[in-house]
């Protein structure tokens, strides 16, 4: 899964957002340094309710504007568990080789 699929679907997870919300949520959730144009976010948000991961929650508007927002479904929420685990076992391999390459350290 790629970076900023996760952060979507990460951004997701504490509940439906709208697609200016979810930008937002990802450039907090990456401290700046993934920031998503409209463009690539719908994108990305169409590919991901076709796989059956985000679907539409609701919508409004907003000051003459239509907000649409989108929720993970059980697909999500599994996919993004699976990623979670991948990126944990990862991380935890590069730690083990990181402190091997510092003795004395614990």
């Known amino acids: 899964m790629r970076e900023p699929t996760f952060l979507i679907l990460t951004a997701l997870a504490g509940g439906p957002r709208h697609g200016y919300g979810i930008i937002r949520e990802v450039t907090a959730l990456s401290a700046q340094r993934v920031t998503l144009l409209p463009g690539t976010l ?6 991901l309710h076709a796989q059956g991961l985000i679907a539409p929650d609701r919508e409004e508007t907003v000051d ?7 929720r993970l479904t059980p697909d999500g929420i ?6 979670t685990a991948r990126l ?15 003795p004395g350290t614990a």
């Open 42 to 47: 719908y994108a990305a948000l169409d590919r």
């Open 64 to 70: 003459g504007r239509l907000r649409r927002y989108y």
């Open 78 to 83: 599994r996919a993004l568990d699976v990623e």
């Open 88 to 102: 944990r076992q990862l991380a935890t391999a590069a730690e083990s080789r990181l402190r091997a390459l510092r």
